[in-house]
Nanobody, 120 residues
């Protein structure tokens, strides 16, 4: 089994900052990439940022220059969110494409989500 556990969501005023964390645990052999998605009410889930095992990153246009994705060797991924706007309000999900121990193909896993609300 593989678990992705997010933390760090909450309520913040416009212009503020939050840092989300996600930790992968369980029978993880190798992580190919980790990402953050978000889903606002009435909207489809969208990719926010992704980082691969080489450290390359990519961002949605709506968050470029404001959000920073990073990871460490402890199988954790972070999303530093700055200059937050009300339209950033959503449930944020951690996502990982990884190899499990003893398997021959990679698979994608999701965290349970953490709410981020940007409001005054």
């Amino acid at each position: 089994q593989v678990q992705l556990v997010e933390s760090g969501g909450g309520l913040v005023q416009p212009g503020g900052s939050l840092r989300l964390s996600c930790a992968a645990s369980g029978s993880v052999f190798r992580i190919n990439a980790m990402a953050w998605y978000r889903q606002a009410p009435g909207k489809e889930r969208e990719l926010v940022a992704i980082i691969n095992n080489g450290g390359s990153t990519s961002y949605a246009d709506s968050v470029k220059g404001r959000f920073i994705i990073s990871s460490d060797s402890a199988r954790k991924v972070y999303l530093q969110m700055n200059a937050l706007k009300p339209e950033d309000t959503a449930v944020y999900y951690c996502n990982a494409n990884l190899w499990r121990i003893g398997t021959s193909t990679s698979a994608t896993y999701w965290g349970q989500g953490t709410q981020v609300t940007v409001s005054s």
